[in-house]
């Protein structure tokens, strides 16, 4: 495998390298808010798309093409390693991952058994290698795994969750149980992103999408442990790892400390703000408001900017929503957002530069 990096904006940010300019992806750059994924969604299930190596290819690579973005991301969704262990897991549109029969207690460990990827999912590493073989040089694939909170999250509640009421209960009420279903998650997303690595992905996100609804000390008591085993035996493959959480600024330095060497930030802090938190050696994602890409175009545009100008110029910046993108929005305005990151800095000496106004 080549290695990842050197031509690569995506790669060198990720390092917190300088790089020729401040490269840009989309969480859920894949998805309604792309006509031709409408199309194939038509024709195929979401889970007829994951279980088939060619379109799933063909729509991880929508994006790229369709955006110029700086990185594809694997469509694939957080819970597909575990369905592919567990019965009765499907993903219902709208409301996202059921799971018919929810984890409550210990007896319900002995449903995880550990993930063996290339019997398992051998589609997901199919689509990877279809991926890599198909993108453009100095656009990187980034492979993915939902973290052990996230994915025990919809485990214990059976679904989506306001509260995290059954999940917070298990954490607290029992918290052997807890630490070995959390224990047994970082094995499966252990599993799965070493084996999309060595497939041929070329960085990897953690999505701990529900972990801000945790205090600090909680989550460095039950979680951080569960996510480090997954962020550190990834450390020997020199891969970038970014650590995502929604609503998750008050954990920003714990998530970094879980072994990130990347952390995404949610538009409620600023990237500033983030920075300071993180401390030196941690580059950052994130964080434009999805919603902006609802205002119109010179409203956009400054909040764009104002993005940038957070970060300052300094290196080890990619830029990226602060969530997923949302499905009824306008790709023209994604465009939009790409063309003015790519435009940032340029012109006045190839790199970074600090904002002039
Ligand atoms: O483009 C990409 O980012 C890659 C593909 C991707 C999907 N899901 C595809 C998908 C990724 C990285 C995910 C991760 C994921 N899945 C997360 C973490 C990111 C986040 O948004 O917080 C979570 C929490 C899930 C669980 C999940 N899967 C939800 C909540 C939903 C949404 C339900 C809905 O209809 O809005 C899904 C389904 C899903 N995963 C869709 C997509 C494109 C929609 C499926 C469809 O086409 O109907």
């Not at 790669?11 to 894949?30: E, K, L, N, T």
């Not at 018919?100 to 290698?129: G, I, M, N, Q, S």
């Not at 052997?176 to 041929?200: I, K, N, P, T």
């Not at 714990?254 to 938190?277: K, T």
Request: glycine share 10%.
């Amino acid at each position: 495998m080549p290695p990842a990096g050197a031509a690569s904006p995506f790669i060198a940010a990720c390092r917190g390298q300088p790089a020729s300019r401040v490269p840009v992806w989309f969480m859920r750059q894949a998805g309604r808010s792309l006509p031709e994924y409408r199309a194939v969604r038509e024709r195929h299930s979401f889970a007829e798309v994951v279980a088939d190596p060619e379109l799933a290819a063909e729509v991880t690579l929508q994006p790229v093409r369709r955006l110029g973005v700086d990185a594809a991301i694997l469509f694939s969704d957080i819970v597909t390693p575990v369905q592919a262990i567990v019965d009765g897991i499907h993903i219902e549109a709208e409301r996202g991952p059921v799971v018919v029969a929810p984890f409550r207690t210990k007896a319900d460990l002995a449903r995880l058994r550990p993930l063996e990827p290339e019997l398992d999912v051998p589609y997901v590493l199919d689509t990877v290698r279809l991926v890599r073989s198909r993108l453009p040089a100095g656009v990187p694939l980034i492979g993915f795994a939902g973290a052990p909170f996230t994915v025990a999250s919809y485990l214990v509640e059976g679904g989506r969750s306001r509260d995290h009421r059954r999940t917070k209960a298990l954490m607290y009420g029992e918290p052997d149980v807890w630490a070995d279903l959390v224990d047994r998650l970082a094995g499966v997303a252990l599993a799965s992103l070493r084996a999309q690595v060595e497939a041929g992905a070329q960085a990897v996100q953690l999505f701990d999408s529900w972990v801000g609804t945790l205090s600090e000390a909680d989550y460095r008591r039950y979680v951080l442990p569960a996510s480090a085993r997954v962020l550190d035996g990834l450390a020997d493959l020199d891969v970038p790892r970014i650590h995502f959480g929604v609503g998750a600024g008050h954990l920003l330095s714990a998530m970094a400390d879980a072994g990130a060497d990347v952390v995404g930030v949610d538009w409620r802090i600023s990237l500033d703000e983030a920075r300071r938190r993180l401390g030196a050696g941690v580059a950052v994602q994130g964080n434009l408001d999805p919603a902006a890409l609802f205002c119109p175009p010179a409203v956009l545009a400054a909040r764009v900017r104002a993005v940038l100008a957070a970060n300052g110029g300094r290196p080890g910046h990619v830029f990226n929503l602060g969530w997923g993108v949302l499905p009824d929005t306008d790709p023209a305005a994604l465009r939009t957002v790409v063309e003015i990151v790519h435009g940032h800095g340029q012109g006045s000496g190839g790199a970074e530069q600090p904002p002039s106004g």
